[in-house]
T-cell receptor
């Protein structure tokens, strides 16, 4: 069965410093992986997705993620945090048939001025 | 460009009451989903549909029923609400299976059962 583990429930950074949100996955096949962001009291928005075309995936708002099969990881990074990045971030994997998404527990990102 | 619209946005129910949450999408998507979001647990799938007239159980289906009579609508019903169903509910849709396709989410419905 597929599963996702987000290694930090909360990350706090200062504005202008790098962001690293960690995600490990478990899958018996080549997975499709996603990062979604949820701003307070809002729905979820896709940041980026990995679908085996390239291991380094670029998303919106300067975020990117690298798929590392040997480490079963899909960490999300951004070189310089902005106040508007404060939100909850979800690492997500689709199941083998592609019929549903399996969510990690979420990482809340705080950005200090 | 409406995308995925959920109705209502907020609701307070008494234990034992029933209600229906409506999800509508205007993107002609085949797949639709209902998730619940609880603190520290991410989103968990309640039910989903891979096309008009079809439904399937997800991870946490107990206490909920769904119907997909029209392609654009996916209804989630609570027959006898319980405090454990206090949650934020999200509807989502996608054009194909989620192997290479993103899902689009509604704004959520905050339900409190007292």
């Amino acid at each position: 069965a597929q599963s996702v583990t987000q290694l930090d429930s909360h990350v706090s950074v200062s504005e202008g410093t790098p962001v690293l949100l960690r995600c490990n996955y478990s899958s018996s096949y080549s997975p499709s992986l996603f990062w979604y962001v949820q701003h307070p009291n809002k729905g979820l928005q896709l940041l980026l997705k990995y679908t085996s075309a390239a291991t380094l995936v670029k998303g919106i708002n300067g975020f990117e993620a690298e798929f590392k099969k040997s480490e079963t990881s899909f960490h999300l990074t951004k070189p310089s945090a902005h106040m508007s990045d404060a939100a909850e971030y979800f690492c997500v994997v689709s199941d083998a048939q592609g019929g549903k998404l399996i969510f990690g527990q979420g990482t809340e990102l705080s950005v200090k001025p | 460009n409406a995308g995925v619209t959920q109705t209502p946005k907020f609701r307070v129910l008494k234990t034992g009451q029933s209600m229906t949450l409506l999800c509508a999408q205007d993107m002609n998507h085949e797949y639709m989903y209902w998730y619940r979001q609880d603190p520290g647990m991410g989103l968990r799938l309640i039910h989903y549909s891979v096309g008009e007239g079809t439904t399937a159980k997800g991870e946490v289906p107990d206490g909920y029923n769904v119907s997909r009579l029209k392609k654009q609508n996916f209804l989630l019903g609570l027959e006898s609400a319980a405090p454990s169903q206090t949650s934020v509910y999200f509807c989502a849709s996608s054009s194909h299976s989620l192997v290479n396709t993103e899902a689009f989410f509604g704004q959520g419905t905050r339900l409190t059962v007292v």
